[in-house]
């Protein structure tokens, strides 16, 4: 349960990531044109709500159960680096989350007024980038704390 809701987390957020990105930077080519974005945005928006959320929570409790199963100590720096960095990653996703949203909605006003994307709309964008950097070093580091169990 923790290896499989770890590859869900890590995929959905990559996946989501690369094609948001994609599909934005394709509107900016278009001159603004927003409706394949408004449609992946959509998805986005969806596949964080289903997978990313739910694995959320999954994570550190299976962690936790895997932890007490193999009578490991709390204390364990690589534990508290692991949880850190998990800590510091959800902190980033969170707002991630409502940008995300923001952007949907942006994209799919754009589209209904027949208009370019507004500024608004690249500034949400250019903040979403920035956080998502320190999220997916995060959970790099996570994840090989959780492989590696270094001493």
Partial sequence: MHVLSSAVLFGTGIGSA??????SLSARRRAGDAR????????????DLWFTATTVIVQPASGLVLVQLAGLPLSARWL??????FA???ACWLPVV??????????????????PLP?????????????GFPAFFAFLGVFWLMVAKPP
């Fill in 36 to 47: 394949a974005l408004a449609e992946v945005a959509h998805h986005v928006v969806l596949a």
């Fill in 80 to 85: 508290a680096q692991s949880l850190a960095l």
């Fill in 88 to 90: 510091l990653a959800v």
């Fill in 119 to 131: 500024a608004a709309y690249w500034r949400h964008f250019a903040a979403w980038v920035v956080l």
């Fill in 98 to 115: 409502w940008l995300q949203i923001r952007l949907r909605a942006l994209a799919r006003q754009a589209v209904a007024a027949g208009v």
């Fill in 18 to 23: 690369w094609y948001l990105l994609l599909a």
